[in-house]
């Protein structure tokens, strides 16, 4: 057997002490993070990024009554849009942080042949502290889904009951 001298001993001795600390914080991180996996949420909106929440809403071949430039403003709501508390409580309702409100239809998306009309609609302005320029129309079951998402942010041409 090799006689160990103190400088082996104390080098052996700092990397087991080093290899058990880097072990026993791997061991403990993914049961810290499973435990308050549920838990952990990203911040939400500040109220500082919604004092400039103002869309412009102009909106083309909906109809009469509902063409038009709008403008909207929430928190607190205003402006010349015809509903702006309703325009804003289903935006604030579709506001996640890290996730677009205005996203579009993912181009891998399989939509039905549905036609909802030639009626189109562009926003734009800042909304939850971030720059929004988003078209809609209304060319298949998707594009459908996703401007009746945004109703009445944009005009409800959706079929009345009974027709």
Do not use: K
């Not at 401007?147 to 959706?158: I, Q």
Request: proline share 9%; with cysteine; glycine share 12%.
């Amino acid at each position: 057997m090799l006689p160990i001298t103190r400088s082996l001993a104390a080098r052996l001795l700092g990397a087991a002490a080093v290899s058990v600390a880097a072990f026993v914080s791997l061991a403990a991180a993914p049961a810290a993070a499973s435990a308050g996996a549920g838990t952990l949420m990203p911040p939400p909106v500040r109220d500082e990024d919604r004092a400039g929440d103002h869309l412009t809403v102009t909106v083309r071949d909906a109809g009469a009554g509902a063409d038009g430039t709008y403008e909207l403003y929430c928190h607190p709501g205003g402006g010349s849009h015809p509903d702006p508390a309703g325009a804003c409580a289903v935006l604030d309702r579709d506001t996640r942080w890290g996730q677009d409100t205005f996203a579009a239809v993912p181009e891998d998306s399989v939509c039905t042949l549905q036609y909802g009309g030639p009626a189109t609609a562009h926003v734009t302005g800042t909304w939850a502290g971030r720059p929004v320029d988003a078209r809609y129309d209304r060319g298949n079951g998707c594009q459908v889904s996703r401007w009746d998402r945004m109703v009445p942010l944009l005009p409800d041409l959706r079929a009345p009951a009974g027709a």
